[in-house]
């Protein structure tokens, strides 16, 4: 995985904890490190040194679409990547455009790594759970994907999947919608992460015989069911 895939991605998770409120800061510096990533990604992917020729190709190609390629292509060309007018702009001066920005760079890293156009999704701020169980899991193991953080947690011989802190649901072979299922402890390995054109990614831990496939959309998972065998 490009280097720049991962680093878009913290910086992206880190504008939408800003934007909540933790911690408290001025997004514009996030925003203009994620816009510069992204012109670089697209200009690595393209084989050229124009990011605006970059998005274009990444279009033409079918990897971006075509409308998000122009949004793009218009905000560099228009602002480059000094985006302190996001915030010192009084219309501008709420974190609402920052998101929208980070909506569109979201939705290109996400596309870039599938290698075909993404669907856009919500992309909000990151709040804290003030719901958060009281109790501490007896196991973790996090994913960082696509800017996003799969928690695997395991409390008690019942393990939970949650991304960016909200759990989601999951459904077992031959089972309706659960909100946990039977695991011994959460994995202590490597994981591996495909992603497929369809937008599914799976994230595999091998030695454990742990598989979750997340849906496109990111709120639920169909969980292998050699899992807790």
Known sequence: MSGRVIQLGRQLRKLRHIVGGSPPADPATTLRRATQ????LACEHAAVDDAQAAFHDLSVRGILEPALAERLAAW???????VTWAVSN???ASGARALQIGRDLDRFLRSVELGTSAAELPFGAIVAREDAATTKPDSTAAVAISGRILELEVREGL????IDGQPILLTLDATGPVTTFALAAAPTTRAEVHRDPTGVTRVTWTVEHVIIELAPDFTRARV???VGD
Do not use: E, H
């Not at 560099?76 to 000094?82: E, I, L, P, R």
């Open 159 to 162: 393990a939970s999947v949650a």
């Open 90 to 92: 009084p219309d501008d």
């Open 37 to 40: 990533l992204a012109c670089d």
């Open 76 to 82: 560099v060309a228009s602002k480059g990547t000094d």
């Open 224 to 226: 292998d069911n050699a």
